[in-house]
């Protein structure tokens, strides 16, 4: 990948200096996941940070016999970096959703080059407060009803992801079950709300393409609380 491409695909290098860039681009590693394999294991130690060119995956949590997705990430997002920082195990499987194209830098050189740019040091510091203020906004919706907390999950996600089309905004279609786990919200309540929605003409489901296009994001957010 181009310097200038890696750095317009991803919100964490966007204010880095060219140098940088430019270095963590030579140093990087290519990887391709079909969809369902596992990327990184909740438990083994980490040695790279990851970022996801093209694809999807979930970050998943092991809650007994059963597992729990409590995050989607897709194209532009960075995963496995908390391992790195605090030098302990990964926190959570993180599984490809869809074929996934992602690049790795090695911990060594993440953390180093985190020394060197204090522009990056920084932005990546915001979005790391970006992804608490989410978990908190989540909490706050804990009460509210299944579809207010569907709205936001499907507003959040197509803000940080979604690719203008003809129509709306486009994102992956995310299985139910991973939808409604995000969400907090039981399977049922979110196969039946995505229905209402459908019917509304809010969300369209193109299952050739295995992607959602959402025509209302900004009523959707409203529904949200979200402003
Ligand atoms: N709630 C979350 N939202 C987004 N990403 C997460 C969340 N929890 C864990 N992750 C990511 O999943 C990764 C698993 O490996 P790490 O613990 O190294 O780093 C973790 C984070 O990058």
Known sequence: MQPEAFSELFPLFESASPETVEWLVSVSTQHEYPADRAVLMED?????VYFIESGWVKVRRHAGDSAVTLAVLGPGDFFGEMAIL?????????VALAPVKLLSVSAQR???TLFKDSQLHHRMLQLMVQRLRLTNFRFQLRHQPPAVKLANTLATLSEAYGQPVD????????????????TDISEEETSKIMEKLVEKGWLKVDEANETLV??????????????
């Open 214 to 227: 959402l025509s209302n994001v900004k009523q959707l957010s409203q529904l949200a609380g979200k402003g």
């Open 110 to 112: 993440f953390i180093q």
């Open 167 to 182: 129509g709306g905004v486009t994102i992956f279609n995310i299985p139910i079950a991973d939808l409604a786990d995000v």
């Open 86 to 94: 605090d030098e302990s195990p990964r926190s959570t499987d993180v």
């Open 44 to 48: 083994a130690w980490g040695n790279a």
